[in-house]
């Protein structure tokens, strides 16, 4: 199977950036995609298609994707942003979709 | 707004089976696969497997091949998983997830806790 690597935690001051990253091999040949997750609740899709934004979805989200590293963004870190963040592919060889271990987001 | 409500919190014995259910509204059921998802406490996200709601074709994650099995009814736009042997380590919140089987999951249910546990 496909493996996603996160490291378990980011810590980030109120206002700086947070930047969130998702290791594989050859990623940026991948889509990758990126899911909030508040304590307690379902997760939400914050960025699709690499660096696409749903609706709804505040600006200071972005991502990108290189070589064996993709990576989520968030500009401007507000206390709401305090949670887990999973990155998600399609691994076309196992036709399965694989999550990354997911990263605890801490706003300081 | 897109909806997906799931059934509510199971407690089952070792060996048991449990069915999950996904009642979908506010969008054209047929065009949208549907995921399932889980979390046990304190881990990660694992995928479980994938329906296209239209051929009614699965695709499952080779560690539940043999154990799960999702379908659909198109009358009533709901989408069941089934797991069966259940395990103390199935343990975890189930959720329903819409979208293609190789792309975004782009609305969730509310999730389903499942304890197992003699």
């Known amino acids: 199977s496909y493996v996603l690597t996160q490291p378990p935690s980011v810590s980030v001051a109120p206002g700086e950036t947070a930047k969130i990253t998702c290791g594989g091999d050859k990623i940026g040949s991948k889509t990758v995609h990126w899911y909030q997750q508040h304590p307690g609740q379902a997760p939400l899709l914050v960025i699709y298609?690499?660096?696409d934004r749903p609706s709804g979805i505040p600006e200071r989200f972005s991502g990108s994707n290189s070589g064996n590293t993709a990576t989520l963004t968030i500009s401007g870190v507000e206390a709401e942003d305090e949670a887990d963040y999973h990155c998600?592919?399609?691994?076309?060889?196992?036709?399965?979709?694989?999550f990354g271990g997911g990263t605890k987001l801490t706003v300081l | 707004q897109v909806q997906l409500v799931q059934s509510g919190a199971e407690v089952m014995k070792p060996g048991a089976s449990v069915k999950v259910s996904c009642k979908t509204s506010?969008?054209?059921?047929?065009?949208?696969?549907m995921n399932w998802v889980r979390q046990a406490p304190g881990q990660g996200l694992e995928w479980v497997g994938w329906?296209?709601?239209?051929?009614?074709?699965?695709n499952y994650a080779q560690k539940f091949q043999d154990r799960v099995t999702v379908t659909t009814d198109t009358s009533t736009r709901t989408v069941y998983m089934e797991l069966r042997r259940l395990r103390s380590d199935d343990t975890a919140v189930y959720y329903c997830?819409?979208?293609?089987?190789?792309?975004?999951?782009?609305?969730w249910g509310q999730g389903t806790l499942v304890t197992v546990s003699s």
């Open positions: 329906i296209g709601t239209y051929t009614g074709k699965p």
């Open positions: 298609y690499d660096g």
């Open positions: 506010n969008y054209t059921f047929t065009d949208y696969g």
């Open positions: 998600q592919v399609w691994d076309y060889s196992s036709d399965n979709v694989e």
């Open positions: 997830a819409r979208g293609p089987h190789s792309g975004t999951l782009d609305f």
